[in-house]
């Protein structure tokens, strides 16, 4: 069974935005951190950025003043805004979800920015 679910993801021209959904299943009824992970072809998974129960968070250099996330507590829900996409920001992205004893992971979603 499909614990996360990420939604969102297409094909963007450079400038342009898309917002990235992942919802929890509600049976995960004690989730702490959620997060957005990246990984481009050749390269390892990277953070994007994280955001706690309690709304901090916390962001790559590279996305910075560019991505926004949030979290909606009552829907199990986390967003992940992107505005002024870069080629660079072309990946699969995926979610993570921290529990007390371990983490769930979405399956990805991919996100092309094209020049």
């Known amino acids: 069974q499909v614990q996360l679910v990420e939604s969102g993801g297409g094909l963007v021209q450079v400038g342009g935005s898309l917002r990235l959904s992942c919802a929890a299943a509600?049976?995960?009824?004690?989730?702490?951190?959620m997060g957005w992970y990246r990984q481009a072809p050749g390269n390892q998974r990277e953070l994007v950025a994280t955001?706690?129960?309690?709304?901090?968070?916390n962001y790559a250099d590279s996305v910075k003043g560019r991505f926004t996330i949030s979290r909606d507590n009552a829907k199990n829900t986390v967003y992940l805004q992107m505005n002024s996409l870069k080629p660079e920001d072309t990946a699969v992205y995926y979610c993570?979800?921290?529990?007390?004893?371990?983490?769930?992971w979405g399956q990805g979603t991919q996100v092309t920015v094209s020049s």
């Open positions: 955001i706690t129960r309690g709304g901090s968070t």
């Open positions: 509600r049976s995960i009824t004690s989730i702490n951190a």
């Open positions: 993570n979800a921290e529990i007390l004893y371990g983490h769930y």
